[in-house]
């Protein structure tokens, strides 16, 4: 059955700081992996989206990396703010479309002043 | 978010009930798709339609229909409601970006049914 598990759940950081979200998936056959960001009360947003032959990509302070032989993928966050406090969900593709996506349950991240 | 939109923003219903969620996106993407998301798991779809005239199920579309009335309007139907329909239902539409396709997602509808 395809996965992806996001660790950690929630995280808590001062204004300012770095931090870095996992995700580590089991979907096969795989296409692509995406970082969403979800505000409460709100639809997710794409930050990044990365083929299998990509490493690493960037979107302002978010830096996303792609381990496609241990299936791995990182989000890295750069000087925190307080308007990055939202969920950070993790989605890997199936196909080349959208009919074939398997969400993560996401990390909580909450930015304090 | 923009570009997709969907009414209600809330809806308290009933067991028993039925209700139409309604999606509209003026992004002109061919494909439309409802998922709905409970705490603690990542988002579900339930129906797609890949091209105006066509829809097609997805993971969970029990207890659910859908009508892609013209390629802007992509409708959820629940027929009769059930506690276990209580989510948070996301429409989204489909565009090519690049080399990938790209969601966009419209702000949810907050459902409790009782």
């Known amino acids: 059955k395809n996965q992806v598990e996001q660790s950690p759940q929630s995280l808590i950081i001062l204004e300012g700081k770095n931090c870095t979200l996992q995700?580590?998936?089991?979907?096969?056959?795989?296409?692509?992996l995406r970082w969403y960001k979800q505000d409460t009360g709100r639809g997710p947003v794409s930050l990044t989206i990365?083929?299998?032959?990509?490493n690493t990509k960037s979107n302002g302070r978010y830096t996303a990396t792609l381990d496609a032989d241990t299936k791995q993928s990182s989000l890295h966050i750069t000087a925190s703010q307080l308007s990055d406090s939202a969920s950070y969900i993790c989605?890997?593709?199936?196909?080349?479309?959208?009919?074939?996506?398997?969400f993560g349950t996401g990390t909580r991240l909450t930015i304090i002043p | 978010n923009a570009g997709v939109t969907q009414t209600p923003k809330f809806q308290v219903l009933k067991t028993g009930q039925s209700m139409t969620l309604q999606c509209a996106q003026d992004?002109?993407?061919?494909?439309m798709y409802w998922y709905r998301q409970d705490p603690g798991m990542g988002l579900r779809l339930i129906y797609y339609?890949?091209?105006?005239?066509?829809?097609d199920k997805g993971e969970v579309p029990n207890g659910y229909n859908v009508s892609r009335l013209n390629k802007r309007e992509f409708s959820l139907r629940l027929e009769s409601a059930a506690p276990s329909q209580t989510s948070v239902y996301f429409c989204?539409?489909?565009?090519?970006?690049?080399?990938?396709?790209?969601?966009?997602f419209g702000p949810g509808t907050r459902l409790t049914v009782t």
């Open positions: 989204a539409g489909g565009l090519i970006a690049g080399s990938s396709y790209e969601q966009y």
């Open positions: 992004m002109n993407h061919n494909s």
């Open positions: 989605v890997v593709s199936a196909n080349f479309g959208n009919e074939k996506l398997t």
């Open positions: 990365m083929t299998f032959s990509e």
């Open positions: 339609s890949a091209s105006e005239g066509t829809t």
């Open positions: 995700c580590n998936y089991t979907v096969s056959p795989f296409s692509n």
